[in-house]
């Protein structure tokens, strides 16, 4: 049986707010992606807020038509929180996943996964509206496996872990707690049946140990980190170092 191998999501989002600066149609998004694509990323993931101060909608639709008309065995991943127009920009766009995310309108970014027990039937019925209309869900989660056991009675096919605590710890004894806590909760999640993703604060250095803990993880979506090594490296060059950080070596 061959190993499983995490794959890479790229998350487009800071290549967005960077070109938003100037109003300018440069950084490309989609040029980005696509060459990140040619690169092998399993998928691109966007995080579209009200705001637009990153991903616009207009962003959604060509990513969603540079996917299946050029890359039709890739995916495309959109997070944010289930509003009414969210839900229904998602029907338009139908990605092949949904990653539902509790954040305030105006948040940075994501910094907490979902009190599942207090929100557990508002998770199930939009999780079952998507579901339904042929959108795989993940629900964003904190580093628990109990939220993760929960989770699964949503009926929502995956997880998403919150990995920043790990991910911006650098005290040894604390990285170790938090490595061990994503690792219970993700063996948690495949106990009950979900596909385990990862997000947040990940870098080619923190990735290794984890996936070299863990090998139920499916997908880790990495924007921050890979976009600033993009500087350095180029964005094919940058895939590739983070799929070798992953596992993922496949040609």
Request: charged share 25%; proline share 6%; with cysteine.
């Amino acid at each position: 049986m061959l190993e499983n191998h995490a794959k890479l999501s790229v998350n487009v989002n800071a290549i967005a707010q960077l070109r938003n600066r100037r109003d300018l149609p440069w950084p490309s998004v989609t040029g980005l992606s696509r060459i990140a694509l040619e690169a092998g990323a399993v998928g691109i993931t966007v995080h579209p807020r009200p705001d637009e101060r990153h991903i616009r909608r207009t962003d959604v639709f060509e990513l969603e038509e540079l996917i299946r008309s050029d890359w039709p065995d890739r995916e495309y991943n959109i997070e944010g929180y289930p509003t009414e127009d969210f839900l229904r920009l998602c029907e338009a766009a139908r990605p092949d996943q949904v990653t539902l995310v509790p954040d305030l309108p105006g948040q940075n970014t994501s910094d907490h996964g979902w009190d599942v027990a207090a929100n557990f039937e508002f998770l199930r019925g939009v999780v079952a509206r998507l579901q339904g209309a042929a959108m795989r869900v993940s629900i964003f989660i904190d580093a628990d496996p109990a939220v993760a056991e929960l989770a699964a009675r949503t009926a929502t096919r995956r997880i998403e872990i919150y990995t920043g605590p790990y991910g911006h710890t650098f005290d040894p004894h604390e990285n170790k707690l938090r490595l061990d806590e994503v690792v219970a909760t993700a063996a948690a999640a495949a106990a009950a049946g979900l596909g385990v993703n990862i997000g947040h604060d990940l870098t080619l250095a923190n990735l290794p140990p984890l996936v070299g803990r863990s090998k139920v993880i499916n997908e880790a979506s990495i924007g921050h980190a890979l976009i600033a090594d993009t500087m350095l490296y180029g964005m094919a060059e940058t895939v590739r170092r983070y799929r070798a950080a992953l596992g993922d070596t496949d040609a």
